[in-house]
DNA sequence: ATTGAAGTACACG
DNA sequence: CTAACGCGTGTACTTCAAT
């Protein structure tokens, strides 16, 4: 039996500058205010991160990722709250619920991402109407449904793209921010990719894109605004293999709008792990064992409430002052009751780091490779 | 020739 | 000097050793 080859229709849902808006819609006083989710500035000594900047605090520059130091030079009057995680998964918890209730209406496919990103494949009659048509009209009516019913009962603003494939839904819905919705037909895809900063190409990271803009640099015509997708599509096959490997493959591919990958890829969870970086850098092994204790305790504790019994590796991490990152690990088998001789195994990792006597910022402990019933 | 183990690099939200 | 840079998780790659 021959199979007629069909457009697929791919949604992707992301809630707009989530941790803020979780925050927003439990106080609403902070509306219209700059918010920002992270660490605790401590009037700008702080060490940690940006979670989540709203909106209006991106208007002073201030973004997800950012030192929470610079974050509080550009605006510091703004209103600068911890990550209140179990909020947040309570929420996330309730958009996806709803969101799976679409794609069953849909006769779909759903796939969540990440706290705050999910994928919907319409399948059903609404599909066949859509690719005989390619009318928007419908697609459009059920992306509005969904953004209403997420404001109506969660009241947090999403931002939807809408593509035949995870790529070009995953970008689409990047395009037009927040409360958006972009729809990019398949006979626009190469149209809607080609102008877009190559940075957008999901799988190109700050390294990637020094990488190729030093291919795409001896060659004329990349203007000031950057290299583009466009630009990355001039390069042959050939040459982003020797470079990239099996990297530049898909990287070839990402700038052509392909992707085969299916919706609804369940993965089942391979490590769990916490970090811990230190106030204030230290040598001292009567401040690192507590720390690396608590830690491998509330590893285990979740790994524990996750409903693992054995597992195969431990991974202790270690970055120095300098920032340089190490890891040490182990495997054998170890059961989660026998804390002692995870304990043990761990303090024999640092050991090895902690003889080289550099001062340390941060420790790390992992678990991984679980083993099943 | 394949698999496992150890370690690094990079990416993403 | 040229900064500032968390946390949790995943994938890919390299290198070395054992089966």
């Known amino acids: ?109 759903f796939e969540q991402t990440s706290i705050d990103e999910a994928y919907i494949e319409i399948l059903g009659r609404a599909a066949s109407a859509y690719n005989r048509s390619y009318s928007c009209d419908c697609m459009q009516k059920i992306a509005n449904r969904i953004r209403s019913k997420i404001l109506d009962r969660e009241r947090i603003t999403a931002s939807i793209g809408i593509g035949p494939n995870m790529l070009v839904a995953k970008i689409a819905s990047d395009f037009q921010k927040p409360n958006g919705l972009t729809i990019v037909k398949p006979t626009d895809v190469q149209k809607f990719l080609d102008p877009l900063p190559i940075r957008k190409l999901p799988g190109i990271g700050p390294k990637t894109e020094t990488e190729l803009m030093k291919i795409l640099g001896s060659s004329p015509s990349t203007g000031a605004e950057g290299a583009t997708v466009s630009h990355l599509r001039k390069l042959p096959q050939s040459l982003l293999y020797e470079h990239f490997g099996r990297h530049g493959i898909s990287l070839y591919e990402s700038a052509r709008g392909i992707d085969n990958r299916i919706v609804g890829k369940t993965t089942e969870t391979k490590s769990i792990g916490e970090e811990y970086t230190f106030k204030e850098d ?52 170890y059961s989660i009751e026998d804390i002692n001789k995870i304990e043990q195994t ?28």
């Open 1 to 109: 039996m021959k199979r007629i080859s069909k457009n697929r229709i791919i949604f992707h849902v992301d809630l707009d500058a989530f941790f803020a808006s979780c925050e927003e819609r439990e106080s609403p006083h902070f509306r219209g205010k700059p918010i920002v989710v992270g660490a605790d500035p401590k009037q700008g000594t702080g060490r940690g991160v940006v979670s989540t900047a709203n909106y209006t605090a991106r208007k002073f520059g201030i973004h997800s990722a950012m030192p929470i130091s610079q974050a509080y030079r550009l605006c510091p009057s703004a209103i600068f709250l911890p990550v209140n995680g179990a909020l947040y998964s309570r929420v996330s918890n309730a958009v996806m619920a709803i969101l799976q209730d679409f794609s069953q209406t849909y006769k779909g496919k």
């Open 282 to 333: 230290t040598g001292s092994a009567r401040e690192i064992l507590p720390i690396l204790f608590s830690l491998t305790k509330n590893v285990l504790r979740s790994a524990q409430s996750a409903g693992y019994k054995d597992f195969k590796t431990i991974t202790v991490k270690i970055r120095y002052a300098n920032f340089k990152t190490h890891t040490k690990s182990l495997s054998g088998n």
């Open 346 to 373: 761990a303090l024999k990792l640092l050991w090895r780091f902690i003889s080289s006597l550099k001062k340390i910022r941060l420790i790390g402990f992992r678990i991984g490779r679980f083993t099943k019933g």
